[in-house]
T-cell receptor, first 113, second 110 residues
Framework: NAGVMQNPRHLVRRRGQEARLRCSPM?????VYWYRQLPEEGLKFMVY????????ESGMPKERFSAEFPKEGPSILRIQQVVRGDSAAYFC???????????FGSGTRLTVV | ELKVEQNPLFLSMQEGKNYTIYCNYS?????LYWYRQDPGKSLESLFV?????AVKQEGRLMASLDTKARLSTLHITAAVHDLSATYFC??????????FGTGTSLTVIP
């Protein structure tokens, strides 16, 4: 079992470009969560998805951010028209169900220049 | 919204000493987690505490939970350099959303 796989590990984007972050959950896990970690801070919840459904997106910024978890393939966190303030580590986690703990991926470190 | 506070934020301690990290949370939660994060790395699960009075130990780390006081502690015994990392506590709501504390950055000095 390869664990939660995130790619890329590091991503550099110029202001105004789009960033796409990918997350493949652990085998058998149908629940995916995205968190953002700003420097020197804890993780902040962004969105919770199950296959083809967004369950809770209360932590997502209202503009430029979107997430999906299609029937086939990884979950994608998409940030359009990136700004410097989007620079952060983005972690994906998966679980087999609501009553279970998470397994975290290694994160994608986004730098906006 | 659930709020989670940790203290201290920074902790520098000598090898061989003992210390405790505190985690307070604002509303009832049925699960509390402790994680370790090394610089530039992901979060490693240390403990899951599920009930009042729960105590778990792994090596030099021991975690406890008091749900009435909404307080968890992570006790470090006879610290060694390898324990240097940032430690986070987190609690969950019914939707399985995690609320993380701000973290305690621990440095163990030889």
């Amino acid at each position: 079992n390869a664990g939660v796989m995130q790619n890329p590990r590091h991503l550099v984007r110029r202001r105004g470009q789009e960033a796409r972050l990918r997350c493949s959950p652990m085998k058998g896990h149908s629940h995916v969560y995205w968190y953002r970690q700003l420097p020197e801070e804890g993780l902040k919840f962004m969105v919770y998805l199950q296959k083809e459904n967004i369950i809770d997106e209360s932590g997502m910024p209202k503009e430029r951010f979107s997430a999906e978890f299609p029937k086939e393939g990884p979950s994608i966190l998409r940030i359009q028209q990136v700004v410097r303030g989007d620079s952060a580590a983005y972690f994906c986690a998966s679980s087999p169900g609501v009553a279970y703990g998470y397994t975290f991926g290694s994160g994608t470190r986004l730098t906006v220049v | 919204e659930l709020k989670v506070e940790q203290n201290p934020l920074f902790l520098s301690m000598q090898e061989g000493k003992n210390y405790t990290i505190y985690c307070n949370y604002s509303t009832t939660s049925d699960r509390l987690y402790w994680y370790r994060q090394d610089p530039g790395k992901s979060l490693e699960s240390l403990f899951v505490l599920l009930s009042n009075g729960a105590v778990k130990q792994e090596g030099r780390l021991m975690a406890s939970l008091d749900t009435k006081a909404r307080l968890s502690t992570l006790h470090i015994t006879a610290a060694v350099h390898d324990l240097s990392a940032t430690y986070f506590c987190a609690v969950t709501n019914t939707g399985n959303q995690f609320y993380f504390g701000t973290g305690t950055s621990l440095t163990v000095i030889p």
